[in-house]
């Protein structure tokens, strides 16, 4: 290709950048976010915050307290701002409808994170989240793998009651253990995707299940319930890791810790990097009205103790966990 040619194309180049930003620049978007319950959430908020920062978008942020109608009553107050667009982490999938068709008639488009709304998807331009179903069978294939034919009783941490990570979590481990007799759920209740409640709730199995040993794995549907189960099996004199398996998602850095100190097994990671392709889709949305695609899929990895937890550990730290 000649100079003049290449000269051409990489000004062309240029500029498409160019006004790809432009199109973002300076435009105002309202995250609904759900709260700071766990280490992923407060980094995906972390996140959220640079990947507009480098894009130039001016971010407004509302923290619900894992309440609806905070999110709700936010949602409201950015459509009253007429900003650019409305990015949200929905706490539950229901209950949105009337809320998203206000965003809808005030012609501001909305993007789910990391969750999704049992709503028309005409409400929403996008939904960037991971296969919540497949990290739980993921989970659950891992156990499986792991018990082999032995007797396994396990103990469910699930996450918060009506969220779409909870209902498909369950759902995904549930799938993968099928067919396998000797693993059973024996107690399954929601620790609300939080430390404190998941230790809590960890201890109660314990009690329930002939102080823990009965207990052949807890599957969490989140890391920082596991990290809160660890302490619980600890308390009781138990070895987690060992006595009791830890299986979990997320891929926080705390769960890496507990792999280097043989107290957790598997981790499934949860990128907390959702709001890069969907402020791209917004970017190609406002530029010129391209629609992305309707479910933005984010990859689930499998991690065990085999794979240089104390170098994910060090990766992750400071990544705003
Ligand atoms: C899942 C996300 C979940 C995380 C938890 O996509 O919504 O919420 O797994 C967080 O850590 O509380």
Not at 128 to 142: I, P
Not at 243 to 248: A, F, G, R, T, Y
Request: aromatic share 6%; net charge negative.
């Amino acid at each position: 290709m000649n100079i003049i040619k290449t000269l051409a194309v990489v000004a062309g180049l240029a500029t498409a950048l160019t006004s790809f930003a432009t199109a973002q620049e300076g435009s105002v978007v309202g995250f609904s976010q759900i709260g700071s319950e766990s280490g992923w959430r407060a980094a995906e908020t972390s996140v959220t915050k640079q990947q507009a920062e480098e894009r130039g978008i001016e971010l407004k942020f509302a923290d619900a307290q894992q309440k609806q109608e905070n999110q709700i009553k936010a949602i409201r107050g950015f459509i009253a701002r007429d900003v650019d667009a409305i990015p949200v982490a929905p706490v539950v999938a229901t209950g949105w409808e009337d809320v998203l068709t206000e965003a809808k008639e005030a012609e501001i488009p909305v993007i789910l994170l990391d969750r999704g709304v049992d709503a028309p998807e005409d409400l929403y331009l996008t939904s960037v989240a991971s296969d919540q179903v497949k990290e739980g069978r993921v989970a659950g294939e891992w156990l499986v793998e792991a018990v082999g034919t032995e007797p396994c009783k396990v103990v469910e941490l699930q996450g918060t009651v009506g969220s779409t990570p909870a209902i498909n979590r369950k759902q995904g481990f549930e799938e993968a253990i099928a067919g396998h007799d000797n693993i059973t759920i024996a107690r399954s209740q929601t620790g609300d995707f939080t430390r404190a409640k998941g230790k809590e709730v960890m201890e109660g199995f314990i009690k329930a299940e002939n102080g823990g040993a009965d207990i052949c794995a807890v599957y969490a549907h989140n890391d920082d319930m596991a990290v809160g189960a660890i302490r619980a099996i600890k308390d009781a004199g138990l070895k987690p890791g060992t006595d009791i398996k830890v299986v979990s998602i997320d891929a926080v850095p705390d769960i890496f810790a507990a792999m280097v100190a043989g107290e957790a097994n598997a981790t499934v990671e949860l990128t907390p990097n959702m709001a890069g392709p969907a402020f791209d889709a917004l970017a190609a949305y406002l530029k010129d009205g391209t629609e992305p695609e309707k479910f933005i899929i984010t990859e689930s990895k499998l991690y065990t103790p085999e794979d240089n937890p104390q170098g994910e550990y060090d990766t992750r730290k400071g990544l705003g966990y």
